[in-house]
């Protein structure tokens, strides 16, 4: 039974790892459909949102059958009930991709007030905190767990350059409020990832320590 049940961890932890790097690249598609300007691009982040939230849907499926087949206790269900919270932060995300995606609809091709730089930093950014949570939780590493939290003081630190830059841009030319408040709606969305990417550090310290620890 044992063997079984770690058979069945490990299937679980291969899907995990895919819905991980499905999220990576749903950010980057978002975010390189709006610097590019590309709408068909845009379009494609719906299509593979649906594929993340239906391996969501597969994952948590097979956590529920896995605890109601096992009766898994201590570390165990830690284990599994913080891969049913991954893979909701997960799926956030990706709802923060589409909501990027729908930016870059409204924006169309008018022409951009400014060279998109920290934004796309900050996707760069959150695209690795989500590849360095999942490392975390394979590895049962806290204190790369625990390394999210000065990773997410870097994405706050170009939103908040972000936002100070756009005020003053609507300030000096009004015109420009409506995208200038669409861009920095896209930043929150980023800046939201990252908290989510938090969120999954501070579940992984619970799953190895059991003791709760906020680590944004």
Same mark, same amino acid.
């Given at each position: 039974?044992?063997?079984?049940?770690?058979?069945?961890? &490990?299937?679980?932890?291969?899907?995990?790892?895919?819905?991980?790097?499905? #999220?990576?690249?749903?950010?980057?598609?978002? #975010?390189?459909?709006?610097?590019?300007?590309?709408?068909?691009?845009?379009?494609?982040?719906?299509?593979?949102?649906?594929?993340?939230?239906?391996?969501?849907?597969?994952?948590? /499926? !097979?956590?529920?059958?896995?605890?109601?087949?096992?009766?898994?206790?201590?570390?165990?269900?830690?284990?599994?009930?913080?891969?049913?919270?991954?893979?909701?932060?997960?799926?956030?995300?990706?709802? /923060?991709?589409?909501?990027?995606?729908?930016?870059?609809?409204?924006?169309?091709?008018?022409?951009?007030?400014?060279?998109?730089?920290?934004?796309?930093?900050?996707?760069?950014?959150?695209?690795?905190?989500?590849?360095?949570? @999942?490392?975390?939780?394979? /590895?049962?590493?806290?204190?790369?767990? &625990?390394?999210?939290?000065?990773?997410?003081?870097?994405?706050?630190?170009?939103?908040?350059?972000?936002?100070?830059?756009?005020?003053?841009?609507?300030?000096?030319?009004?015109?420009?409020?409506? !995208?200038?408040?669409?861009?920095?709606?896209?930043?929150?969305?980023?800046?939201?990832?990252?908290? /989510?990417?938090?969120?999954?550090?501070?579940?992984?310290?619970?799953?190895?320590?059991?003791?709760? @620890? &906020?680590?944004?």
């Amino acid at each position: 039974m044992r063997s079984q049940f770690e058979e069945e961890l &490990k299937a679980l932890n291969i899907k995990l790892l895919k819905m991980g790097s499905m #999220v990576q690249n749903i950010i980057e598609v978002s #975010v390189q459909s709006l610097a590019k300007q590309d709408l068909d691009r845009a379009r494609s982040v719906f299509e593979l949102d649906d594929d993340i939230d239906a391996l969501e849907l597969e994952i948590e /499926h !097979q956590c529920m059958s896995l605890i109601a087949r096992q009766q898994p206790i201590a570390k165990d269900l830690r284990t599994i009930g913080t891969i049913l919270k991954i893979i909701t932060d997960l799926e956030r995300m990706g709802d /923060h991709a589409v909501n990027i995606a729908k930016v870059t609809l409204e924006i169309g091709e008018d022409k951009l007030i400014k060279p998109l730089i920290d934004i796309p930093k900050m996707a760069r950014l959150t695209e690795d905190m989500v590849n360095k949570s @999942l490392d975390a939780f394979m /590895h049962e590493d806290i204190d790369l767990a &625990k390394e999210l939290d000065q990773d997410d003081d870097q994405v706050d630190d170009l939103y908040e350059a972000i936002y100070l830059e756009l005020i003053e841009m609507m300030l000096e030319n009004p015109e420009i409020i409506k !995208q200038a408040t669409q861009l920095l709606f896209i930043g929150r969305y980023l800046e939201r990832t990252a908290d /989510h990417a938090t969120n999954i550090g501070e579940r992984i310290v619970y799953m190895v320590t059991g003791e709760r @620890l &906020k680590i944004n």
